[in-house]
C-alpha cells in the first residue's frame, strides 16, 4: 500500500463507494475536522456536499451515522495495510520496520480524517462504537503477535508485548495531531523515522 | 514533582488561583472535555461553575479567554516539570528517563485537561496561540538538548535530536488519549514504561 499522489481528499483509499456517498463522507470529515463533531449540524454537512438535507438523510439518517462508517473506513483500511504488510513479510524485524513506516506515514497523509476518528470514538453510536474497537484491537493484537514472534525468534528483548505495541502504535497515531503538510518531513520521512525508534524500543540489544 | 493524590480534579496543581477562578476554569475543562469547545457555551460554564453568566463574564470576557488560561496553566506546569526534572540531573540518560516518566505520567493523570488542552489548539485566540506555541518550543528544545548532551557525552546515538525529541515528547502526549483511569495501568506505571522505551530510542549500542 503506498501513501502518494494522494493529496486533496480525505478518502482517498476508498474505492467502492458510490460517488454520491463518498461527496457526503468528505463533506462531513471537512465539518467535523474544522469545528468538531458536537457542533456540526447536518444541515452543515449537505451543504458543503451540495445536497439538501433531505438527500443527506437518504443516505445516513443522522450525523452519528456518517461519524460511524467514516470511522469505519479508516479504521478498515488501517487494519488492511497492517495486515497485508505483516503477512508479506518473513523476519519479524523487517516485518515491524515496515508496517510502523507505513502506519506513521498514513496518519501524516490522512491527518485530517484520522484527528476525526481519533478524537471523536466517544460520540459514535454504541453498536458502532463495539464493532470500532474490534477493528482497533486486531491491530492492537497483529503488533503484539509481531513482538511475540520477535522474542521468540530471540531478535528482540520485550517484557510487556501488548503494553509495548500500544505505545508504537499510539507514537503513530499521534502523528496526525502535529502533522504539518507545510512542515519539515514528509509522511514517508516521518514513517522511515518512526519505524527505526520503534525497532530501537524492542530489538535485544 | 510528584502526581499522585491528585484525583478528582482537573488543575489540582494550580495553586495560586482564587478559589472562584479556579472553580470557572475547572467548569470549562469539563464542558470542553464533554462537548467540545465550539458546542460549549459560556452559560454551560457558568451553569456548572454555580455562577450566573455575568459573574463568570467577569474574570473571562469569552469561551476563548476561559480556553487560553486553561492551555497557559496547563502548558506552564509541563514546562515547569521538564525544567525541574532536568536541572536536578546529572546523567543524560537518567536525566531523560526521569523527566520522560513524569511527563508521561502527568499526561495519564491529567487526560482530561490534557486533552482539552491538545485537541482545541486550533481554537485558540491568536495572541494566546503565540504565546503558548513559545512553552510548547521550550519544552522540546529542553528533551533537544538533553539529546545532544547525551550524544555529546557518548552515551547516545541519535541522528535528528529534534525529531526524535519531538517524537518522545508526542508519544507522552497521546497517552492522555487512551488512558483510562479503570485500565489495568497506573500512570507511574505507564511512566516508567515509557521511560524505559526513550531510553531505548536513543541509547548508544
Given amino acids: 500500500m503506498t501513501v ?25 470529515v471537512d465539518a467535523f ?29 443522522s450525523k452519528g451515522a456518517l461519524l460511524a462508517q467514516i470511522s469505519r473506513l479508516g479504521h478498515e483500511a488501517a487494519l488492511r495495510l497492517v495486515e497485508e504488510t505483516l503477512a508479506s513479510s518473513t523476519d519479524p524485524i523487517d516485518g515491524l520496520r515496515e508496517v510502523i513506516r507505513d502506519f506513521a506515514a498514513w496518519h501524516a497523509q490522512y491527518h485530517r480524517v484520522a484527528r476525526v476518528v481519533q478524537y471523536e470514538l466517544a460520540a459514535l453510536p454504541d453498536g458502532d462504537r463495539q464493532e470500532i474497537f474490534a477493528v482497533r484491537q486486531k491491530i492492537e493484537r497483529l503488533v503484539e503477535a509481531q513482538l511475540r514472534s520477535g522474542v521468540a525468534a530471540g531478535v528482540m528483548a520485550v517484557d510487556d508485548e501488548r503494553a509495548v505495541a500500544r505505545a508504537i502504535l499510539s507514537l503513530c497515531v499521534d502523528v496526525a495531531r502535529w502533522f504539518d503538510p507545510k512542515g519539515a518531513q514528509t509522511p514517508l520521512e516521518i514513517g522511515t523515522l518512526y519505524a527505526e525508534l520503534a525497532v ?3 530489538r535485544r540489544p
Avoid: Q
Fill in 4 to 28: 502518494e499522489h494522494l493529496d486533496g481528499h480525505n478518502l482517498p483509499w476508498v474505492s467502492e463507494l458510490p460517488e454520491s456517498s463518498r461527496r457526503m463522507l468528505e463533506a462531513a
Fill in 200 to 202: 530501537r524500543m524492542v
Fill in 33 to 61: 475536522a474544522d469545528h468538531g463533531f458536537h457542533a456540526t449540524t447536518t444541515r452543515d454537512i449537505a451543504t458543503r456536499a451540495g445536497l439538501s438535507p433531505a438527500a443527506l438523510y437518504v443516505h445516513f439518517p
